[in-house]
């Protein structure tokens, strides 16, 4: 798994190449302790220092929320839950439309 975070005015990339079962426990326990429709400020920061932990603290709380667009916030964690669920992300919806975008 892969993710990009704008630090110091510079893209970093950085990798969680090995998920341990212990984050997948922990999904479990989110998923009986937060609704995702009413997400509290402190819903948020546990599943970015989530996050955080997924990528063996590469990054502070403060760099993720500082170095991620506010628009990517949100699709951003929903593949990083996803990875850890599955071991894949998500693709992007297909373009049903033909060559001509009809």
């Known amino acids: 798994m892969k993710l990009t975070l ?10 969680a190449p090995f ?7 922990q999904m479990l326990k989110f998923d009986q302790e ?3 429709f009413k997400m509290t400020l402190d ?7 989530f ?4 990528f063996g603290n590469q990054f502070t ?6 170095g991620i667009a506010s628009h990517e916030l ?6 990083v839950f996803a990875y850890v669920r599955t071991g894949e992300v998500p693709k992007k919806d297909v373009d049903t439309k033909n060559e001509k975008g009809k």
């Open 61 to 66: 709380v403060d760099e993720f929320y500082e």
């Open 74 to 79: 949100d699709e951003t964690l929903v593949k």
């Open 19 to 25: 998920i341990p079962a212990k984050y997948y426990r």
């Open 34 to 36: 937060i609704d995702y």
């Open 43 to 49: 819903d948020y920061d546990r599943l970015v220092s």
């Open 6 to 15: 704008m630090i110091n005015g510079e893209e970093k990339i950085f990798v």
């Open 51 to 54: 996050v955080c932990d997924v």
